[in-house]
């Protein structure tokens, strides 16, 4: 059973930084891909950032640069470092894991998820 808990979350004036940090029971960490979702009112759930389970990370164009995901696989924790912040940027962050196998999918879980306001 595969359960993730987010924190870090909070308010920050533009230009700010937040580092999200995503806790997971069970030995998902170096087996399966993950990622940080946000999604704000009114807005579809977006991909922010993923990183695969070797170690490879992705980011949506809109925060390359800016942010770093990483993943540290013998705390079971990963990260979502958020350098500077724009008013766009404010939304709920979920933490998101990709159960699969080579042949099939398992299912995705999620976090309960993190407030980041961005305002001045």
């Known amino acids: 059973q595969v359960q993730l808990v987010e924190s870090g979350g909070g308010l920050v004036q533009p230009g700010g930084s937040l580092r999200l940090s995503c806790a997971a029971s069970g030995s998902i960490f170096g087996v399966y891909d993950m990622g940080w979702y946000r999604q704000a009112p009114e807005n579809e759930r977006e991909l922010v950032a993923v990183i695969r389970s070797g170690g490879s990370p992705n980011y949506a164009d809109s925060v390359k640069g800016r942010f770093t995901i990483s993943r540290d696989n013998a705390k079971n924790t990963m990260y979502l470092q958020m350098n500077s912040l724009k008013p766009e940027d404010t939304a709920v962050y979920y933490c998101?894991?990709?159960?699969?196998?080579?042949?099939?999918?398992?299912?995705?879980?999620w976090g309960q998820g993190t407030q980041v306001t961005v305002s001045s």
């Open positions: 998101n894991v990709r159960a699969s196998t080579p042949t099939s999918y398992l299912g995705d879980y």
